[in-house]
Every structure is written in structure tokens, then in C-alpha cells.
């Protein structure tokens, strides 16, 4: 089987509201796929309906080419992290993992493997009631991994973690993607998938906004961008704008330029003799540019953007 | 603006929260829907034939009685006075039936069973009557056997003289319509005892001494239920002194129900006899008079439906407290009105008044809605007049009704701050309301009333409309609605001041 | 080989919170103590001649409280995974409703029978303390009637817990269901207690789950049941198949949330 998730013109209603709209990609093995958008675009019952816990009004969720109601040792092909506060309280975190594990004989010591992998070595005999929202999120990627499948998804993993989880986390990511494994990763912040994601899936209201790699991404969304910090506000205004490039005040003492590179901007501020504390080059975010798409998902219809896609 | 915390605004925000959750807005119609609904489907479940075969006759009143005794009498015209002494009254022959606490072995089995009622037990006395049919108006003053001296009227009025027993005089004064008891230690001092105008009394009435001894009740077990049963008694009574204005010849008569003994196959009826003894009589009967109403109770059958409404406001009262603390729902609650027992007493105020409504207009369209199919089915007049909701017996039983299921939603609620867990809180109520109901009935003897003072299952008593019965198998019957209410009050109480200091003691 | 994994997670699952331990041992003490205290206050010579008091029912009565255990026991098994939405990692797990139903049946039902037979044995035993004196003679397990009284009703608690996980099926919370459970089982005889014609008294008596189902207990005085003993096996099993047939239908038609 190739590790991978195909995802097939996904549609899902539930009552009055369109969650999931015709929405197709893919994951491929070998990288983390970032999947983001805002709150509510659809996210999670994507995930919902891969995991085979919904079932979709039309189109179908792959796994290695299978449906995953189909698939018998489900925990060995596929791990996934939905929702960590989904254990019972009364139960120990240890026993949680371990009829997760008869459920798909899983041998007993991957249970004590993976709770030593995600750092809960030391609580694995308390209750999952007492644990804190990190605590719980850790279980729940221990649960994931249990299987030491070569697929893998999680929604929103960062949520609940301390710094440090949020880096051992993304190392995490990486090492598992690293590994050959398909990695399928939700955020409704992109800030977080910037340094981790290889590639990204953006969906707005259900469908799809973007499919492309990091870099493209950044690449068709950044406009260049120059802040200067000068005493000689006016004068600094006069001479850029003269050149050609549009210029904008956005302090007493400080203006953004674009549409000229930054050593041109200074090679012209330095011929006029004009002084400068400052010379910024600005390189817009993923963040920024996930911002730009997302509004324009609201207001485009998506084939617009598409033609960005790879 | 005032953002003083108060309580009508506490009110208002718990019931946001009642409301807010279509679940139980659709509990709460499903309690009434099931009430009014069981009930109008099993209306027609309730059958009675004590109007075909009748074990009563009708009094003056059209209200069923009982009316069989020994009577010496003769006629009399006008105004008159007639004074007895009541020698002495020998208490009835038992038939075999064993005393509650009597663990002599052998003998009969069956436990005789105390019956409160005025008009049970034995009696010597006086009487004038409307001829000698069963069943017609009559005023009497009778020295029972341990109910004390009374004087007692066309099978409903009852007064109470002194306690005495044994030897006692006792006269009947009549003056135009109007009859005065007397009663008297020496014959010479005379203390009245009430005065009575009995319903058709003719200007020419029978009037004499008599002897009545009712049934005795007794329960008995077997095959893992308890029943009940009634044997004859008799009783003998001697009178002397005996002074009538204008005397005649006396006559004895058994007073019967001649229709019913035909019926029953009985050849007649019982026998009575008396006998002159010097200057007295000695004189033996057997029977009851007083009123019989059948123990059926129409208001109780129409309301099968309240189990069924019951169970739905069980869980919306445990419901509206344990969901509180789930996903900590109690901490917004607490951080927002941080005086614990207010928020207990508003949740209760507002659940209570929601549960009091439904179950209302629930028990009230349930009884409207049986009544004409429960009419079809035998409780009909004379056996069972027809209720309605303006008699004080029929409203009690609705607003008892309503109560009681009210408590018990608090109760679950009160339980259900205690024990935090909505599957707990529903079972313990459920099963302190229905399963003393379901070991009572196999329990025999007054184990099962005993069950009824001590749990939740007392408040069905409230559906009665009819006085408590010994003579009824069903628990329920057997205490007072006024006690079943009292019973789940103080459950309820209990649960809701321990839920008050578990909230103030424990951390949210 | 998977449904042997479904039965194994599920054990697992039921045994690693503490409510199920506390449970049992509750509805078998219920059981025992409920019966002892019943044939504790039983009296040869308060019973009329023929005495018809079936003293090896009266000593399972308990069976009526105990049930409660059994019930909550079922109903948890199945709606906890709800409340707790556990039932997400559960399917996840195994994909295949049928399977998640079977394990949980097999547990339950299994767990309640061990603990009903328990229950039951124990009642006789505390049955022939409290009888001691009575005049009646207590269970005797060389008797084939006491031994069908027995085995029955712990089918009975069995088939209870099949019907009342049905029901958890149905309506996934946990407070509809143990209602819907004890209103089913409690409700019937009450309500048939309040009906004055006594035809519909034995149509309601014949038809509820818990008067026919424990209408096997009976080991003389037959003519005052209101069915014959399988016949009464038969109609809870109806209830019970009922339940989990249409709670396996809507959980594999319904999403898991």
C-alpha cells in the first residue's frame, strides 16, 4: 500500500450547512502537508470523513487507494489525532493505549514505547481526567503513533503545548515525514506550519482555496517591501516616489516603499544625500499571504486562485 | 447601569439555561404528552362491575351504603322521646382470625386487620328510621364496642360522644324534622350529643333498639402476595330500660339487602334474633351500616399516566444539575454568581415552577381525557359519581399530584448535585419512587405501609381522590395523600439542603 | 480473528475504570441482601392453607434490585463513549460498527451472567440462613425446578444487559437510556398494578420485560404467572434483540458524533 491520502470531490452536509464542498487533494508520503484555514472552513470534518467517523454526502476519502471502513487493522495503516480530550477521565493513560492496542493486535510494549516517545513516561498510571490540556494532547499523538503507521493525521497538535512541546512537536513533524511517512497536519494559524510544512492545502467555507508547496505560495503572494527610518521624512518621500516606486507613510519618521528592490532604494537615498537610521527589507509571511488568499476565498470563487497551483 | 448581582436576575439566567436546551423543552413536553397520553390509552384498561353486581345499596344520598343489622322496632308519629339502657355490649365473636402480634402457634392463619373507620367495628343502640328498608335515612346514638359513644346519620354524619364502653343510657329526642342524641351515665344527667335532620324522614318512622357487628378484615400470604378477605361477625347487646312515649308492640327484624342475598345465593338473610328478659332485651346482629364506597378510586385510574411522565422529569431534574458538571460548566456558573446557595435555590425555583406547570396541565388533561372512557367501563353513578374538578377530594388529588412529581424532579435534581452523575442521580430516584411500590404488593400485612412512610414511593398515595384504604392491595392506598406529600417533601428537603452544603463545602 | 481484537479492547476498556468493579459487586450484594432480607421476614404460619408461597422466588427477588447494577453497567458501556467521545479513537480503531457492538455485547453480557450467577448463588445461600425457622425449606440446588429458577435468572440479568446496551445504542446518552431501561422494566408492573380490569393486567404483565422474563422464577403455585417460563425468556429476548438490532442500524447509518 502507498502511503498516501486521496482526497476525491468530498462533500458533506450537515442539516443547512455546507461543511464540506467539493474539496480535492492530496497527501503524498515522504512530507508534512500543511491544512489550513480559518475556524469553520471544514477542516475537521475533512478529517472526519478520512477517518470514516462521517460518512460523506458524495465523493470519497482514500487510503492507500481504501476506503477506511474497509481496512482491519485500521491503527497499523493510519494514526490519527482528532480530538485529545476524547478519553475517559476514569481511565489511566496507560490502559487508554492499551485497548486501543487489543483493539488492533498492537503488541503490549509499543504502549510503553510510544508513552516514552511523547514524553508521559512518568504519568502513564495516573488518570487521563487530571491531565492538563498538554498532557492530554500528548496521549493523544502517543495514540497516533501506537500503530507505528505510515500515514498520519493530526488536527490542530500545537493546540494546549508549552514552547517546548511546540518544538519538540514540530520536530516531531519533521522526523516522521523524514521517515517516508505521509503527514497531514491542521492549523487555522499558518504561523504554525511556516517553518514545518512542505507543502500546504488552504480551504475557506469547504472548498479548496490553494494546493501548492511553501514556497510557491510565499513566492505568489509577497510583494517586495522597504522600511525606512529617516529624519529626512519628506525629502526621503520626494526623491523614491520621483524614481518610480510607491511610497507610503506609516510613522513620523518612517515609510514603507514598494515596487522597487531594497539596495535601489538605498542607492537613491545615498545619492541624495538624504540620512537613514534604517533600511529594512520586508519579505512578506506565510502568514500574510495565507491572510490575503482567505479573504479572497470569501469573496472569489476559488478557481480564481487555482491557477496558482502547482 | 445596576449589575448588582440579584436574585430575580439569577432567576432569569437559570432559566435561560432551562430553556436554551431544545432536549429538555422536548423532556419536558414528552412528560406531559406521556401523562396525558398513557393515561387516555389505558383508560380503557380500568373496568369495574360494582354497579352490576352490587354489593351495596343505595342511601339517601345516592351514594352507595351498607345497611344490615338487627332492628327491634315499631312505629311512631310526631314528636317523641325514646331512652334505652344499653345493659351491656359483649364484643364480637372473632372468627378464628388471628391479633397483629399474636405468635401463638396453630389456629387460623389469617391476621386480623384494624379497619379506623367510625362506622366499623360492633355497636349497640337506637335509631329512628325511614321504614325498615336497607338502604333509607335513619339517625342513630350507638355505644360501640371501642369507639366510644356516637351519633351517626344516613350513613355520613358521624359525631363523637363520651369514650365510655359498658353499661350506657342513650336517648333520642325527635322534634319535627329535627333528631337530638343524648347520652347519660345514670339515666338522670343528660349530656346531648348533636342533633341531626336525617334526609326523608316520614312523619310516621320506625324507631327502636338494634345490634350491628361489621365484617371483620383480615389479611392473609400465599403464593407471594398478601390478600385480603372479610368474614361475618355478630355481636350480643342487652337493653332495658327501655321508655317510649305511647308504646307498643315490639318486632324484630332483620334489615338486609334482600336483593343482593338472592344474587349471592344466600337464601335470605343472615340471622338476628332477640329475646325479652325480665324487664329487658337481649339482642343478637350481625352486619354494618355505614358507607360503602367501592376502594376504586376513578381519579387514581385516570392518572396511570404520571409514572410514564414521571420518569421524563426524573431525568431533566438530574439533568439540569449534572450537566453542569460536565466539560466544568459549573465553574462559569460559580465564577459568574459566586454565592453557591443562591444559584442552588434559583436552579430549584426555576425547575420546580417549569415541572409544576407541565405536570399540571399534564394530570388535568390526562383525568379530562380518561373520564369519558372510564364511564364506558363501569364507574358510573351510583357506585362512582362522576368527578369533577371543582370537588375538593378531585382538585387535592390534582395539585398533590402535580407536587409530588415537582419534588421528585428536585429530588433527582438535589441528588444529582450530589453525586455529580446524571446515570446515579436518575437511578437512585427511579428506584426510591418504583421499586417499594413493586415489593409492596408482595409483602403482606402493614410491611407495605411501613414502605410507604419511608420512601419517594408515598407520593403516588397523592393520586387518590378517596380516603386511605385498608382493603386495598395497593400500597398507595394505604396512607393519606396529605402523609405521601409530606414524605417526598422531606426527601426532597434532605437532598437539597445536603446538595447546599456539599456545594459550599466542596470544591466546583 | 478481528472480533476476538473488537471483545479484547472492549475488556479492556470495561475493566480500566473503576465504576464497572463497583458496580457489580453493588448489584450482587443488592441481590444477596435484598433476597436474605425477604425470606428473612417470611413466616410458615402466616401463610393460608393451601400455602402457595413460593419461597425459592422470594429468595430471588433481589434479582429486581440487582438489575439496576446491570443496567447502568450496560447503558455506560455504550454511551460513555459518547459523553466522553471516545467513541472517535474507538471507530477509528475498529472501522466496523458490527464488530465495536459485538465486543461490547460479548464483555457486558458476559461480565453480567459471571456476576448474575454469582449473585443468584449467593442469594440461595443467604436464602437458606433466612428461611432457617421459617417452616419453608429452603433452595436446594438437587432440585431441577430451583436449578431452572437459578440458571434462568441469570439469563435473565444477562438478556437485560443486552436490552439496556440496545438501548444505549438507540439513544447515546446516558441519562435517556437508563431511563428508557428502568421505565421499561419498572414501569410495566406498576402500571399494570393500577389497572383495575384484570385483562389488561395480564396483557401488560404478560408482555413486559421484566414480569415475563422473571416469570421462570417460579417454582410452584405456575397458574399465578402470567406466562410460561421460556415463553418469558422469549419475550425479554424479543425486547432485548429488538433494541439492538435498530441500535446497530442507526450507529452504522448514523455519524459518530
Not at chain 2, 385498608?470 to 393519606?480: D, F, K, N, Q
Given at each position: 500500500m502507498e502511503p498516501t491520502i486521496e482526497v476525491r470531490a468530498l462533500r458533506k452536509r450537515y442539516h443547512t450547512t455546507v461543511a464540506v464542498d467539493g474539496l480535492s487533494f492530496t497527501v503524498r508520503p515522504g512530507e508534512v502537508t500543511g491544512f489550513v484555514g480559518p475556524n469553520g472552513a471544514g477542516k475537521s470534518t475533512t478529517m472526519r470523513l478520512i477517518l470514516g467517523l462521517d460518512s460523506p454526502d458524495d465523493g470519497a476519502a482514500l487510503i492507500g487507494g481504501q476506503h477506511y471502513r474497509s481496512l482491519r487493522t485500521p491503527l497499523t495503516k493510519v494514526g490519527a489525532l482528532l480530538d485529545a480530550s476524547a478519553v475517559h477521565p476514569g481511565r489511566k493513560a496507560r490502559d487508554h493505549l492499551l485497548w486501543l492496542a487489543h483493539s488492533n493486535g498492537i503488541p503490549k510494549r509499543r504502549v510503553g514505547d510510544v508513552i516514552e516517545q511523547v514524553g508521559l513516561g512518568s504519568a502513564a498510571r495516573r488518570r487521563a481526567g487530571g491531565f492538563s490540556l498538554g498532557m492530554q494532547q500528548r496521549l493523544g499523538i502517543a495514540a497516533a503513533l501506537l500503530g507505528d503507521p505510515p500515514v498520519l493525521i493530526f488536527d490542530e497538535p500545537v493546540n494546549g503545548l508549552d514552547p517546548d512541546g511546540i518544538v519538540w512537536i514540530r520536530g516531531l513533524l519533521k522526523t516522521l515525514a523524514a521517515e517516508g511517512r505521509a503527514v497531514l497536519v491542521s492549523s487555522h494559524l499558518m504561523g504554525e506550519l511556516e517553518d514545518t510544512a512542505d507543502h500546504l492545502v488552504v480551504i475557506g467555507r469547504g472548498r479548496l482555496v490553494a494546493d501548492t508547496s511553501v514556497a510557491a505560495l510565499v513566492a505568489a503572494a509577497s510583494k517586495e517591501r522597504t522600511e525606512v527610518v529617516t529624519a529626512q521624512r519628506e525629502e526621503a518621500t520626494a526623491v523614491l516616489a520621483r524614481a518610480g516606486a510607491t511610497v507610503a507613510v506609516i510613522a513620523s519618521d518612517t515609510v514603507t516603499v514598494e515596487g522597487m528592490p531594497a539596495d535601489r532604494v538605498s542607492a537613491l537615498l545615498t545619492g541624495a544625500g538624504i540620512a537613514f537610521t534604517e533600511l529594512r527589507r520586508h519579505r512578506a509571511t506565510l502568514e500574510e499571504a495565507y491572510m490575503d488568499l482567505t479573504r479572497g476565498s470569501i469573496e472569489y470563487a476559488p478557481e480564481a486562485v487555482e491557477g496558482s497551483a502547482r | 447601569m445596576n449589575a448588582r448581582e440579584s436574585f430575580p436576575r439569577l432567576l432569569l439566567s437559570e432559566w435561560t439555561k432551562l430553556r436554551s436546551v431544545p432536549r429538555w423543552v422536548i423532556t419536558f413536553a414528552g412528560a406531559m404528552a406521556l401523562t396525558i397520553g398513557l393515561s387516555a390509552l389505558l383508560a380503557s384498561a380500568n373496568r369495574t362491575d360494582a354497579n352490576e353486581h352490587r354489593n351495596f345499596v343505595v342511601g339517601p344520598a345516592n351514594d352507595p351504603v351498607s345497611d344490615t343489622f338487627y332492628f327491634v322496632h315499631q312505629p311512631i308519629t310526631g314528636d317523641t322521646t325514646f331512652t334505652v339502657r344499653v345493659a351491656s355490649l359483649t364484643p364480637p365473636r372473632e372468627p378464628n382470625l388471628r391479633r397483629p402480634g399474636d405468635d401463638s402457634p396453630g389456629g387460623d392463619s389469617m391476621t386480623l386487620l384494624e379497619d379506623p373507620s367510625p362506622y366499623a367495628g360492633s355497636a349497640a343502640g337506637i335509631m329512628i328510621k325511614d321504614g325498615t328498608r336497607s338502604g333509607s335515612s335513619y339517625a342513630s346514638m350507638l355505644l360501640t364496642a371501642d369507639r366510644g359513644v356516637r351519633m351517626q346519620s344516613d350513613y355520613a354524619t358521624d359525631r363523637e360522644g363520651s369514650a365510655s364502653s359498658g353499661t350506657r343510657w342513650l336517648r333520642l329526642v325527635r322534634s319535627g324534622d329535627t333528631i337530638t342524641g343524648y347520652e347519660s351515665a345514670d339515666g338522670t344527667n343528660w349530656t346531648p350529643v348533636g342533633s341531626t335532620t336525617p334526609k326523608n324522614l316520614p312523619a310516621t318512622a320506625e324507631i327502636g333498639f338494634y345490634v350491628s357487628s361489621a365484617p371483620a378484615l383480615y389479611t392473609s400470604r400465599g403464593g407471594g402476595s398478601s390478600s385480603l378477605g372479610e368474614r361475618p361477625t355478630s355481636a350480643d347487646a342487652t337493653f332495658d330500660n327501655v321508655a317510649l312515649d305511647g308504646a307498643a308492640q315490639w318486632r324484630g327484624d332483620q334489615i338486609a339487602d334482600q336483593n343482593a342475598d338472592e344474587r349471592e345465593g344466600k337464601g335470605g338473610p343472615p340471622g338476628g334474633r332477640y329475646t325479652a328478659s325480665g324487664s329487658g332485651f337481649v339482642v343478637t346482629g350481625t352486619g354494618a351500616i355505614g358507607p360503602k364506597v367501592p376502594d376504586d378510586d376513578i381519579v387514581e385510574g385516570a392518572l396511570i399516566g404520571v409514572i410514564a411522565g414521571l420518569m421524563a422529569l426524573i431525568s431533566v431534574g438530574a439533568l439540569f444539575a449534572t450537566s453542569e458538571y460536565r466539560r466544568g460548566m459549573i465553574r462559569t456558573t460559580f465564577v459568574a454568581t459566586p454565592r453557591r446557595g443562591r444559584v442552588l435555590a434559583a436552579k430549584a425555583i426555576v425547575l420546580g415552577i417549569s415541572a409544576y406547570v407541565v405536570s399540571l396541565a399534564g394530570v388535568v388533561a390526562a383525568l379530562l381525557l380518561a373520564l369519558p372512557t372510564m364511564k364506558k367501563h363501569g364507574f358510573a353513578p351510583p357506585a362512582f359519581p362522576t368527578p369533577s374538578l371543582s370537588d375538593g377530594p378531585v382538585a387535592r388529588a390534582l395539585l398533590l399530584t402535580a407536587a409530588f412529581m415537582t419534588l421528585v424532579a428536585l429530588f433527582a435534581m438535589a441528588v444529582g448535585m450530589l453525586a455529580r452523575r446524571s446515570a446515579a442521580a436518575i437511578t437512585t430516584t427511579i428506584v426510591l419512587v418504583l421499586l417499594p411500590l413493586i415489593i409492596g404488593m408482595v409483602l403482606p400485612g402493614t410491611a407495605p405501609r411501613w414502605l410507604m412512610y419511608t420512601t419517594l414511593a408515598g407520593g403516588m398515595a397523592t393520586q387518590r381522590a378517596k380516603p386511605p384504604t385498608?382493603?386495598?392491595?395497593?400500597?398507595?392506598?394505604?396512607?393519606?395523600p396529605w402523609a405521601g406529600i409530606a414524605v417526598v417533601t422531606a426527601y426532597t428537603c434532605a437532598a437539597l439542603g445536603l446538595a447546599w452544603l456539599r456545594l459550599r463545602r466542596t470544591d466546583a | 480473528m478481528t472480533a476476538l481484537r473488537a471483545v479484547r479492547a472492549e475488556w479492556t476498556k470495561l475493566r480500566t475504570v473503576s465504576s464497572t468493579g463497583w458496580l457489580l459487586l453493588g448489584g450482587i450484594v443488592a441481590t444477596v441482601a435484598l433476597g436474605w432480607a425477604i425470606t428473612g421476614s417470611l413466616d410458615r404460619r402466616e401463610c393460608d392453607a393451601p400455602c402457595l408461597l413460593d419461597p425459592v422466588k422470594l429468595s430471588l427477588a433481589g434479582v429486581r434490585l440487582g438489575q439496576v447494577a446491570v443496567v447502568i453497567l450496560a447503558v455506560l458501556a455504550v454511551t460513555a463513549e459518547y459523553a466522553t467521545r471516545t467513541i472517535q479513537p474507538t471507530l477509528a480503531a475498529v472501522p466496523r460498527r458490527s464488530l465495536v457492538v459485538l465486543g461490547k455485547l460479548v464483555v457486558v453480557v458476559g461480565l453480567t451472567v459471571a456476576a448474575g450467577a454469582l449473585g443468584v448463588a449467593g442469594s440461595y445461600v443467604a436464602a437458606g440462613f433466612g428461611l432457617r425457622g421459617t417452616g419453608f425449606a429452603a433452595p436446594a440446588w438437587s432440585n431441577d425446578l430451583d436449578l431452572r429458577a437459578a440458571a434462568g435468572s441469570t439469563i435473565y440479568l444477562g438478556l437485560v444487559a443486552a436490552l439496556a446496551a440496545g438501548l444505549g445504542l438507540l439513544i447515546r446518552d446516558t441519562a435517556g437510556s437508563v431511563t428508557a431501561a428502568l421505565a421499561l422494566l419498572y414501569g410495566a408492573p406498576v402500571v399494570a398494578s393500577f389497572v383495575s380490569d384484570p385483562r389488561w393486567e395480564h396483557r401488560i404483565l404478560r408482555f413486559s420485560p421484566m414480569d415475563a422474563g422473571l416469570s421462570i422464577q417460579a417454582t410452584r403455585n405456575f397458574a399465578a404467572e402470567h406466562i410460561g417460563p421460556w415463553a418469558g425468556i422469549g419475550v425479554l429476548s424479543a425486547y432485548a434483540g429488538g433494541a439492538l438490532l435498530l441500535g446497530l442500524l442507526l450507529f452504522a447509518l448514523r455519524d459518530s458524533r
Open positions: - | 385498608v382493603t386495598l392491595a395497593e400500597p398507595w392506598a394505604m396512607i393519606g | -
